[in-house]
């Protein structure tokens, strides 16, 4: 351990921009043996790890990183999955920089260790070596229903089935994973990964019901009676709109419209032929994650330009730093400090271009945030065969919830307490539905709590 002085932070390798934008598999490699040990040699095993902190999940980090440093990767991969449910997902998507990586004690200086890699190492590792989660079987007479399959109900199913509790989970898509699945593009999380876990849960016992809507396909009341407790996992879809003039035109497009049928062609599927963007001027609107997501995965669609728009700087982008440098190494035009006003429409209700007012960052407002301030004159436009509104999501709050005694609040996120209990008794929630949009890792750990306050309601 401590080898930080001899041995500096390395990433896993990258795909080279000319192979890795002609397909849509994974950019970064799995670390090798030496590589994940070498990083975890680095560790010098903090008395108070800020890294283990800033996991939302607790990660017992230092241990795991200390058990491959001694080449134990089956006590590693124990450890990596007591408190994490899924941590090869985690340790691709996890915003590294802003969580356990941000905050370790060598960041200052020295390069933090590259956390995320090495977990995503220790499973992948231990998958091939044969290692496997541990299952009891369902040994509990308590049944609990879980609406949504995305990573908050994928967590809470893990820790209740650990438990040997009944699992019966409801998906209206035709795959399970929410997000993980028709959401973040392959090139960042290989969908067999997500399939992998899904298929240890119904192993484990897990009854999945897919293509079944809860509140369409079958009512609240009927899954109320057959179950015992009900998680809420519904996730934020609602995708939000810029409110200006143009937006209804019919080739603008909703960020996860786009990725959807995209995922759905990745999987050989039916999906609508109008998202076909080769040979197009493809302008997305907006500068998170879901923006450079799309960007990305229309420029390996062979779109003839991509251009971003965002009206702060790149430095102000709220989504991951390291997707905005892939997404400029690939080859994406961004404008900065541009603000959309009006998507011009021709004859023909077809957008051609965005017209756009330039802005500058002024005082800084509450939150400590710099206010974005538009230039009086500076309207420009941008051509555009296809417009793409990437602008963060809302909570599409359904019918039974009313109904049924759950509270939302005034921006319609479920409310719960300190237990993830929400409003009505036995029923709970967790994930985007009760925070609004966030993070695979924080709607991970809500799964997790919200099963563990479950379990302990029948203790
Ligand atoms: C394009 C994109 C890229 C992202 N990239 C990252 C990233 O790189 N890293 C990161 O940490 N986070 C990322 N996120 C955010 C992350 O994916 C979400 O925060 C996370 O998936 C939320 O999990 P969830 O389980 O709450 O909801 P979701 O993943 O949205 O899952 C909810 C599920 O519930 C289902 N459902 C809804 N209503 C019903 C109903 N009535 N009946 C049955 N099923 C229902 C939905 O079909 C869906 O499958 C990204 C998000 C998007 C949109
Ligand atoms: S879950 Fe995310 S924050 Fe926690 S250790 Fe893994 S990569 Fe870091």
């Not at 019919?250 to 419209?257: C, K, P, Q, T």
Request: glycine share 10%.
């Amino acid at each position: 351990m401590r080898e930080f002085l001899n041995t500096g932070r390395i990433d896993p390798s990258k795909r080279l921009v000319v192979e890795r934008t002609k397909d849509f598999n994974e950019i970064y490699e799995v670390f090798e043996n030496h590589d994940a040990a070498q990083q975890s040699e680095r560790c010098i095993q903090c008395g108070d790890p800020f890294c283990l902190n800033k996991c939302p999940l607790h990660n017992y980090i230092p241990q795991w990183l200390k058990s491959i440093a001694e080449k134990d990767l089956e006590f590693a991969f124990k450890l990596s999955n007591e408190p994490s449910p899924f941590p090869e997902v985690m340790g691709r998507v996890c915003p590294h920089d802003r969580l356990c990586e941000g905050d370790c004690t060598l960041n200052d200086g020295h390069g933090a260790i590259t956390i995320g890699s090495v977990e995503t190492f220790i499973t992948e590792e231990g998958f091939k070596q044969g290692y496997k989660p541990e299952f009891p079987g369902v040994k509990s007479d308590k049944k609990v229903a879980i609406i949504g399959s995305g990573p908050a109900g994928l967590s809470a199913a893990t820790y209740l089935l650990r438990s040997g509790f009944g699992v019966s989970m409801y998906e209206r898509a035709d795959k399970a994973g929410g997000l993980l699945t028709y959401g973040i593009p392959n090139f960042k999380l290989d969908k067999k990964v997500v399939e992998r876990r899904v298929n240890l849960l119904v192993e484990a016992g897990m009854e999945l019901h897919l293509e079944c809507e809860v509140g369409k396909d079958i009512t609240f009341e009927e899954i109320a009676d057959k179950h015992d407790a009900i998680f809420l996992g519904i996730g934020a879809t609602a995708a939000k709109s810029a409110g200006i003039s143009g937006e209804n035109a019919e080739n603008v497009y909703m960020s996860m419209e786009y990725l959807t049928a995209i995922g759905r062609k990745n999987f050989s599927k039916s999906y609508d032929k109008k998202f076909d963007f080769k040979d197009l001027d493809v302008v997305v609107i907006g500068g998170g994650d879901t923006a450079m997501d799309c960007v990305r995965t229309a420029k390996r669609e062979g779109a003839k330009s991509v251009t971003c728009l965002y009206r702060r700087d790149a430095h102000n982008m709220p989504g991951s730093q390291k997707e905005y440098k892939n997404a400029v190494e690939e080859g994406v035009d961004f404008v900065f400090f541009a603000s959309p006003k009006e998507i011009i429409i021709q004859d023909n209700a077809q957008a051609v271009a965005v017209s756009m007012v330039k802005t500058v960052l002024g005082a800084k407002d509450e939150s400590g945030r710099q206010r974005m301030e538009e230039l009086k004159g500076s309207e420009f436009q941008i051509k555009a065969d296809v417009v793409i509104m990437a602008l963060g999501f809302d909570i599409d709050v359904p019918a039974f919830f009313a109904e049924n005694g759950i509270e939302t609040n005034s921006w319609g996120g479920v409310v719960v307490d300190e237990n993830h209990q929400t409003s009505t008794s036995g029923i709970y929630a967790g994930g985007d539905c009760y925070r609004g949009a966030d993070l695979v890792v924080t709607a991970a750990y809500d799964g997790r709590e919200a099963a563990r306050s479950i379990i302990k309601s029948f203790s």
